[in-house]
């Protein structure tokens, strides 16, 4: 069968559908096929890479798990040479179609299809696809390896997925194992896979990173990688061995990393700082919090307390509390959303790369958290369609998912990997390896060279070891494979239904009546009722309904309250503002947060209610100590405070009486979100006199104690008060400059500590008792290259130069400006 070019781009064109925004950018590959070709995906076991057409997208849209979706034709860009594809296709081929019908939906996801249909053996091998090559096109057949068919309860009772198993060990069985969080992972696949052949490899590798002599040191690094990942494995390996010879270093990671754990339960890279008194469970350090680290350094701290009752130790009186404080701090999230990046709010959609699923096996193993168990393993179970999205690339995704899905049990596994199928048999090749594809957020796999072939791996993460692991679980060899789950975890038939239709809300919603978006406000999942909101504020029947979203709001149930929250906000209704301003003081504290959200979304609308939400951020305030952990971080003032004084309310606060204002500014100052804190540092720099002599004790706090949580954005209100402070002249802005410029952190230290040693020569003469403290200062700065703190080279002789020169300018001045002095409260 021949047709022309004309022909080809016309169905093509009829068969993306065009119109639609989502099919602008689409190339027609017939025509032109100029592509940046180190971004490609595996094609499968055919031998194939192939440039596909990736939707701009980000992580949070719509299209989450479709990031190939406007796709309907495929560029060949590698053939493996003595593989099913070679001989047959050429590099510039493209593909058109499969089983004589050209693609009308994802191209790559009806390739992955494809190939799962073709490899069943009543099919015996045959994959059929629609050629295009200069001009000309045909059907052809590439005869692929039988794999026979996934069962209904794959990976369960399912000789497929037995096969892909053993053939994945064979090849993992040759890697190395690495003396790192990379060699671990390796080593908990290889112990999941069950072979007692593995098993003196495994042996010498576990002594090596756990010898009987180990001593870790509290020091800067990244450690949570490293001793989190080593923990657990070490954990598994004793749980499956007995092997005392590793004992005495899992009780060394697990009680270091409960005594670096910061006071949320949460880890950076490395573990906390310590506490301005010096005692251990300190903030996290600027950089701030990583979930994706810190949730295995829990996990590890759970395992490894097992392992030390089993072993009949006692228990370092600091694990109990650690295990403690990442309850209270995961919890939050339950019924809220995916955990997110660190100590943020979190965000829409079942994409949380991984660290949902890390969040179910750590509830699931600490035992007795029944609600919190099943709503992450939810979560993992519905993010089939997000498992392509994730900060730096997807690898932790891949990693996890299937695991937290099954913490649900062996139907919530089944129904998970039944969704990802496609992309399973995508990802593998036809040596029986697999292949990681991803880029940042989403996107195809960049390759390394001029071969093509892709990355090997994610950074280090082996994909063999990853699909090891998710093939493995029905060996349940691991506490992280299944080997203690309780069936009173396990979903019920009804709840996997509605999880995996969950899981499709983000695409299905544009089907919904306006009624069945409504219903949807009732749903399990955060995410679907944050797409229902948004959902049916763009539709035009929506105003007609805000009087009963309105009544909603303020209802019974927590879950329509959200729902109908988000809707006003996302119409914009000003007729809601009195709402919004009641729901802030709210006994529900996530509705709190959306009613906050959806007063932003007013922009100056919202104006007229301006004093009425500085009362409710002074009645809502929660003291730093004791943490409430029902509201740990206050997401909610966060959300408050961008709006009020930096964003489109600013000119309306500036205008409200100092009685309802100050008192407000106080409580922002000392919130205990650092993106809460950050908006009052523009906001302080335009302080006039009168209002910095009046604040001026909160801003000399606000310059020297530095937020507890979310120290990312600890900077911006110690940068705004100090300028405050300094802009008027006030002599107490010299010592707390330098105690500044001490405490400010090694990121972005570079830059900052210029800036600030310009603002303490403006202080003339008046600075000349400061110079020791500058000294010592670039002591410090040296002994953090030295300490591994900061990097050496260019960047610290910045920082160093900039003190320097400000000594010398300080020494040399011999006159100062009038200054002023904070009178006490």
Request: with cysteine; charged share 20%; hydrophobic share 40%.
């Given at each position: 069968m021949?047709k022309?070019?004309?022909?080809?781009g016309l169905?093509?064109?009829?068969a993306?559908?065009?119109?639609s925004?989502?099919f602008?950018q689409?190339p027609?590959?017939?025509?032109?096929?100029?592509?940046d070709?180190?971004?490609t995906y595996?094609?499968?076991?055919t031998?194939?890479r192939?440039w596909?057409y990736?939707h701009?997208?980000?992580?949070?849209?719509?299209?989450?798990g479709?990031?190939?979706a406007?796709?309907r034709?495929?560029?060949?860009?590698h053939?493996?040479?003595?593989?099913?594809?070679s001989?047959?296709l050429?590099?510039n081929?493209?593909?058109?179609?499969v089983?004589g019908k050209p693609?009308?939906?994802?191209?790559?996801?009806a390739?992955?299809?494809?190939i799962?249909?073709?490899?069943k053996?009543?099919?015996k091998?045959?994959?059929?696809?629609?050629?295009?090559?200069?001009?000309?096109?045909?059907n052809v057949q590439?005869?692929?390896?039988?794999m026979?068919s996934?069962s209904?309860?794959?990976?369960?009772?399912?000789?497929k997925?037995?096969?892909?198993?053993?053939e994945?060990?064979?090849l993992?069985?040759?890697?190395p194992l690495e003396q790192n969080?990379?060699?671990?992972?390796n080593?908990?696949a290889?112990?999941?896979?069950?072979?007692?052949?593995?098993l003196p490899k495994?042996q010498t590798?576990?002594r090596e990173i756990?010898p009987?002599?180990?001593k870790?040191?509290l020091?800067?690094g990244?450690l949570?990688?490293?001793?989190?990942?080593?923990l657990?494995?070490?954990s598994?390996y004793?749980?499956?061995?007995?092997?005392?010879?590793?004992?005495?270093?899992v009780?060394?990671?697990?009680v270091?990393?409960a005594?670096?754990?910061?006071?949320?339960?949460?880890?950076?890279?490395?573990?906390?700082?310590l506490?301005?008194?010096?005692?251990?469970?300190?903030s996290?350090?600027?950089?701030g919090?990583?979930n994706q680290?810190g949730?295995i350094?829990?996990?590890?701290?759970?395992?490894?307390?097992k392992?030390?009752?089993a072993?009949?130790a006692?228990l370092?009186p600091e694990?109990?509390?650690?295990i403690?404080?990442?309850?209270?701090?995961?919890?939050?999230?339950?019924?809220?959303?995916?955990?997110?990046?660190?100590?943020?709010?979190?965000?829409t959609?079942?994409c949380?790369?991984?660290?949902?699923?890390?969040?179910?096996?750590?509830?699931?193993?600490?035992?007795?958290?029944?609600a919190?168990?099943?709503?992450?393993?939810r979560?993992?179970?519905?993010?089939?369609?997000?498992?392509?999205?994730?900060?730096?690339?997807?690898?932790?995704?891949?990693?996890?998912?299937?695991?937290?899905?099954?913490?649900?049990g062996?139907?919530a596994?089944?129904a998970?990997?039944?969704e990802?199928?496609?992309h399973?048999?995508?990802?593998?090749?036809?040596?029986?390896?697999f292949?990681?594809?991803g880029?940042?957020?989403?996107?195809?796999?960049?390759t390394d060279?001029n071969?093509y072939?892709?990355?090997?791996?994610?950074?280090?993460l082996?994909?063999n070891?990853?699909?090891?692991?998710?093939?493995?679980?029905p060996l349940?060899?691991?506490?992280?494979?299944?080997r203690e789950?309780?069936?009173?975890?396990?979903l019920?038939?009804k709840?996997?239904?509605?999880t995996?239709?969950?899981g499709?809300?983000?695409l299905?919603?544009?089907?919904?009546s306006p009624?069945e978006?409504?219903a949807a406000f009732?749903?399990?999942?955060p995410s679907?009722r944050?797409?229902?909101?948004?959902?049916l504020?763009a539709?035009p029947e929506?105003?007609?309904?805000?009087?009963?979203?309105?009544v909603?709001?303020?209802?019974?149930?927590?879950h329509?309250?959200q729902?109908?929250?988000?809707t006003?906000?996302?119409?914009?209704s000003v007729?809601?503002?009195?709402v919004?301003?009641?729901?802030?003081s709210?006994e529900?504290r996530?509705?709190r947060y959306k009613?906050a959200?959806?007063?932003?979304?007013l922009?100056p609308?919202?104006?007229?209610?301006?004093?009425?939400?500085?009362?409710?951020?002074?009645s809502?305030?929660?003291?730093?100590?004791?943490?409430?952990w029902?509201?740990?971080?206050?997401?909610t003032?966060?959300?408050l405070?961008?709006?009020l004084f930096?964003?489109p309310?600013?000119?309306h606060?500036?205008q409200?009486d100092k009685s309802?204002?100050?008192?407000?500014?106080?409580?922002?100052a000392?919130?205990?979100d650092?993106?809460?804190?950050s908006?009052?540092?523009?906001?302080?720099?335009?302080?006039?006199?009168e209002?910095a002599?009046?604040?001026?004790?909160?801003?000399?706090q606000?310059l020297?104690?530095?937020?507890?949580a979310?120290?990312m954005?600890?900077?911006g209100?110690?940068e705004?008060?100090?300028?405050?402070?300094?802009?008027?002249?006030f002599?107490?802005?010299?010592e707390?400059?330098?105690?500044?410029?001490?405490?400010?952190?090694?990121?972005?230290?570079?830059?900052r500590?210029?800036?600030?040693m310009?603002?303490?020569?403006?202080?003339?003469?008046?600075?000349?008792?400061?110079i020791p403290?500058?000294k010592?200062?670039?002591?410090?700065?040296n002994?953090?290259?030295k300490?591994?703190k900061f990097?050496?080279?260019?960047?610290?002789?910045?920082?160093?130069?900039a003190?320097?020169e400000?000594i010398?300018a300080?020494e040399a001045?011999?006159?100062?400006?009038?200054?002023?002095s904070?009178?006490?409260?």
């Amino acid at each position: 069968m021949t047709k022309s070019i004309k022909t080809i781009g016309l169905l093509a064109a009829l068969a993306m559908g065009l119109t639609s925004p989502l099919f602008s950018q689409v190339p027609d590959l017939t025509t032109s096929n100029s592509v940046d070709r180190t971004l490609t995906y595996n094609l499968g076991p055919t031998g194939l890479r192939g440039w596909i057409y990736t939707h701009p997208a980000t992580y949070l849209d719509s299209f989450q798990g479709r990031t190939t979706a406007a796709s309907r034709q495929i560029l060949v860009t590698h053939v493996g040479p003595n593989s099913p594809a070679s001989g047959v296709l050429e590099v510039n081929d493209v593909i058109l179609g499969v089983n004589g019908k050209p693609f009308d939906d994802d191209a790559r996801k009806a390739f992955g299809r494809a190939i799962t249909e073709a490899e069943k053996t009543e099919n015996k091998g045959i994959l059929k696809l629609t050629r295009w090559r200069a001009g000309n096109t045909e059907n052809v057949q590439l005869k692929l390896r039988v794999m026979g068919s996934y069962s209904a309860t794959a990976p369960y009772d399912c000789p497929k997925s037995k096969l892909i198993l053993a053939e994945a060990c064979k090849l993992l069985e040759k890697e190395p194992l690495e003396q790192n969080l990379w060699g671990a992972i390796n080593g908990l696949a290889l112990l999941a896979a069950g072979n007692p052949d593995y098993l003196p490899k495994v042996q010498t590798f576990a002594r090596e990173i756990g010898p009987a002599t180990l001593k870790l040191e509290l020091k800067p690094g990244m450690l949570a990688w490293d001793w989190g990942y080593k923990l657990v494995f070490l954990s598994e390996y004793y749980l499956l061995t007995g092997d005392k010879e590793v004992l005495h270093a899992v009780n060394e990671y697990t009680v270091s990393l409960a005594k670096g754990q910061g006071l949320y339960g949460t880890f950076g890279h490395g573990i906390s700082d310590l506490t301005p008194e010096g005692k251990l469970h300190g903030s996290i350090a600027p950089y701030g919090p990583v979930n994706q680290a810190g949730l295995i350094a829990n996990l590890g701290i759970v395992m490894g307390k097992k392992c030390i009752l089993a072993g009949g130790a006692a228990l370092d009186p600091e694990i109990d509390p650690a295990i403690g404080r990442a309850a209270k701090f995961f919890a939050y999230f339950a019924d809220k959303g995916g955990i997110p990046y660190g100590e943020h709010a979190t965000g829409t959609g079942h994409c949380a790369n991984g660290k949902d699923a890390s969040a179910a096996l750590l509830f699931s193993l600490m035992g007795n958290r029944p609600a919190e168990t099943e709503f992450f393993a939810r979560m993992s179970v519905a993010t089939y369609n997000g498992r392509e999205f994730g900060h730096t690339g997807q690898g932790f995704s891949y990693l996890w998912s299937a695991l937290g899905a099954n913490v649900g049990g062996p139907a919530a596994a089944a129904a998970f990997v039944k969704e990802a199928q496609w992309h399973l048999d995508l990802t593998r090749r036809c040596d029986g390896s697999f292949v990681y594809d991803g880029g940042e957020q989403y996107g195809a796999g960049q390759t390394d060279d001029n071969t093509y072939t892709g990355k090997s791996s994610y950074n280090g993460l082996s994909p063999n070891a990853t699909y090891v692991l998710t093939y493995a679980l029905p060996l349940k060899k691991l506490c992280i494979t299944g080997r203690e789950l309780k069936r009173r975890d396990f979903l019920s038939a009804k709840e996997v239904a509605q999880t995996i239709a969950s899981g499709r809300f983000a695409l299905d919603r544009k089907q919904k009546s306006p009624q069945e978006l409504i219903a949807a406000f009732s749903d399990w999942s955060p995410s679907v009722r944050s797409w229902a909101a948004e959902e049916l504020a763009a539709r035009p029947e929506a105003k007609a309904l805000v009087p009963q979203l309105m009544v909603m709001a303020e209802g019974k149930d927590a879950h329509i309250r959200q729902g109908a929250c988000e809707t006003l906000g996302n119409l914009k209704s000003v007729e809601a503002l009195p709402v919004f301003v009641r729901l802030l003081s709210h006994e529900d504290r996530w509705l709190r947060y959306k009613a906050a959200e959806a007063i932003k979304k007013l922009g100056p609308a919202a104006a007229p209610a301006v004093p009425q939400i500085l009362e409710a951020v002074v009645s809502t305030a929660e003291p730093l100590q004791p943490i409430n952990w029902a509201d740990p971080i206050q997401f909610t003032h966060g959300v408050l405070a961008g709006n009020l004084f930096s964003g489109p309310l600013t000119p309306h606060v500036k205008q409200v009486d100092k009685s309802l204002r100050y008192p407000a500014i106080r409580v922002i100052a000392v919130t205990p979100d650092g993106a809460a804190r950050s908006p009052l540092g523009n906001y302080f720099q335009s302080l006039t006199v009168e209002e910095a002599e009046a604040l001026a004790p909160d801003l000399l706090q606000a310059l020297l104690v530095t937020c507890p949580a979310d120290t990312m954005f600890s900077i911006g209100i110690r940068e705004g008060a100090f300028k405050a402070l300094t802009r008027h002249n006030f002599v107490e802005g010299i010592e707390a400059g330098v105690a500044y410029a001490k405490t400010q952190g090694g990121h972005g230290s570079q830059s900052r500590t210029g800036e600030i040693m310009k603002e303490l020569v403006k202080y003339g003469s008046a600075a000349k008792g400061a110079i020791p403290g500058l000294k010592e200062l670039i002591v410090q700065l040296n002994d953090e290259v030295k300490n591994g703190k900061f990097p050496g080279g260019e960047l610290n002789n910045m920082r160093v130069t900039a003190v320097e020169e400000a000594i010398k300018a300080i020494e040399a001045a011999t006159t100062h400006p009038e200054l002023r002095s904070i009178k006490p409260k």
